[in-house]
């Protein structure tokens, strides 16, 4: 159906962020036609902004199982539980922050493969991206769990979970509208380009 045309929509942002390279080609599948998906689907890496249905839970937690990486974008309570359903684990409890002005990615762990392209002293500095909203996850974390990034250096904000040969990332903010205008920092581009070439 061609390239999105709307930039409220987060598959504008998606399509626009990965670079051509010789070594890759790039094929966008979105889910909006609200059919169970088939094994299309999923194809290396995919984005799941919204709740799925049990089919589509079983087939991305398969996916990941199998050696997909799938982000999470918890834009809500639940969105947030699912990513710990999709990899194979008990979710926590989660509750939505209550955030006095704008929270800030600390801790950043930035011997991470995905974020090997901001480890250095000019590129390594994320306090320029405001979050105004995002959820807490407030019991400990699963043994497949390891937090990447965190909020204001106390609550996790980016949480790697691994399943099989595959692995859920999971953020806990929305990355657009009401939550924060990640898709329009410098840093996307080049976080969903490293992940592609991570997988």
Same mark, same amino acid.
């Given at each position: 159906?061609?390239?999105?045309?709307?930039?409220?929509?987060?598959?504008?942002?998606?399509?626009?962020?990965?670079?051509?390279?010789?070594?890759?080609?790039?094929?966008?599948?979105?889910? &909006?036609? /609200?059919?169970?998906?088939? @094994?299309?689907?999923?194809?290396?890496?995919?984005?799941? !902004?919204? #709740?799925? =249905?049990? $089919?589509?839970?079983?087939?991305?937690?398969?996916?990941?199982?199998?050696?997909?990486?799938?982000?999470?974008?918890?834009?809500?309570?639940?969105?947030?539980?699912?990513?710990?359903? &999709?990899? /194979?684990?008990?979710?926590? @409890?989660?509750?939505?922050?209550?955030?006095?002005?704008? !929270?800030? #990615?600390? =801790?950043? $762990?930035?011997?991470?493969?995905?974020?090997?392209?901001?480890?250095?002293?000019?590129?390594?500095?994320?306090?320029?991206?405001?979050?105004?909203?995002?959820?807490?996850?407030?019991?400990?974390?699963?043994?497949?769990?390891?937090?990447?990034?965190?909020?204001?250096?106390?609550?996790? !904000?980016?949480?790697?979970?691994?399943?099989?040969?595959?692995?859920?990332?999971?953020?806990?903010?929305?990355?657009?509208?009401?939550?924060?205008?990640?898709?329009?920092?410098?840093?996307?581009?080049?976080?969903?380009?490293?992940?592609?070439?991570?997988?």
């Amino acid at each position: 159906s061609g390239l999105s045309s709307d930039p409220n929509e987060l598959r504008y942002y998606l399509e626009r962020a990965f670079l051509p390279t010789p070594a890759r080609e790039i094929d966008f599948f979105a889910d &909006i036609d /609200g059919n169970a998906p088939n @094994e299309t689907w999923m194809t290396g890496l995919s984005v799941v !902004a919204k #709740l799925l =249905d049990a $089919d589509q839970l079983r087939l991305s937690s398969q996916a990941v199982e199998d050696g997909w990486t799938l982000i999470a974008i918890g834009t809500s309570i639940e969105t947030c539980r699912q990513a710990f359903e &999709i990899a /194979g684990s008990v979710a926590p @409890e989660v509750s939505e922050a209550n955030v006095e002005g704008y !929270a800030m #990615l600390s =801790d950043v $762990d930035l011997e991470h493969p995905v974020f090997q392209p901001f480890n250095d002293v000019r590129l390594a500095d994320f306090t320029k991206l405001p979050i105004w909203k995002h959820r807490n996850i407030e019991s400990k974390l699963p043994d497949n769990a390891r937090v990447l990034a965190s909020l204001d250096g106390k609550r996790p !904000a980016i949480v790697e979970l691994t399943h099989g040969h595959g692995r859920v990332l999971l953020f806990t903010f929305g990355w657009h509208g009401e939550d924060s205008q990640f898709v329009l920092s410098s840093k996307f581009v080049p976080l969903m380009n490293s992940l592609v070439d991570d997988f």
